[in-house]
């Protein structure tokens, strides 16, 4: 049933309105989800008993950030391309009739939903980049955040501090690290199930005009 409305196709302004109105309404991937949270928990488990001491982590903090940002600039890269290549060759009428048409669980139309899906690949890749970003300009040995700790911290409760929050850093971008990779198949996924989708449009449109 058609429940078309024009100006729902204009409602998101930026990136941050497309991730707030897909907030809940997207399906999870309920594997992502598990082995991520099985990463975290390893990764916390290892900082929690590392005799490593604060610099060491750091160091490998740093190191995870740059090559993350790496990882996820290249990737985004790739994603860009490969997305303005499908939305400028897919069918547009496909889209118009995806647009008239509600997703029953999410209550978005189909249109935005398929599209929600992807785009919140780009905005988790953006805010990750970002995220990495921040660490190698401000995550060194010396950097603000150490100098912002031992202002806050006394000498005695100092090398505590640097160590959680270098801990806290290294478990948490490793585990977003890894959220992303496996993120990829997710996408992949969603991308031949539109294809998918634009080749059963046609092959209905054919069987309709056979009929005629």
Request: overall charge neutral.
């Amino acid at each position: 049933m058609s429940n078309y409305q024009p100006d729902d196709l204009l409602k998101e302004k930026n990136l941050l309105d497309i991730y707030s109105a897909s907030r809940g309404r997207l399906s999870l991937n309920r594997f992502n989800n598990y082995s991520t949270l099985f990463i975290g928990g390893l990764l916390v488990a290892y900082v929690s008993t590392t005799s490593e001491d604060s610099s060491a982590i750091a160091a490998k903090l740093q190191h995870l950030a740059e090559l993350g940002f790496s990882f996820s600039a290249g990737i985004l890269g790739f994603l860009i391309a490969g997305f303005t290549i499908f939305a400028t060759v897919s069918d547009k009428e496909l889209f118009i009739q995806m647009a008239k048409h509600r997703h029953d669980k999410s209550g978005l139309n189909y249109l935005k939903f398929n599209f929600f899906t992807l785009m919140n690949v780009f905005i988790l890749y953006t805010g990750f980049a970002v995220a990495c970003l921040l660490v190698i300009l401000f995550g060194g040995t010396s950097g603000l955040i150490a100098t912002i700790l031992k202002f806050l911290s006394s000498d005695t409760f100092y090398p505590l501090a640097k160590k959680t929050a270098t801990g806290v850093g290294f478990a948490g971008l490793g585990t977003a690290l890894f959220y992303l990779v496996m993120l990829l198949q997710s996408f992949i996924f969603n991308i031949y199930h539109i294809v998918m989708t634009g080749i059963a449009w046609e092959i209905q449109k054919l069987e309709d005009n056979e009929q005629e």
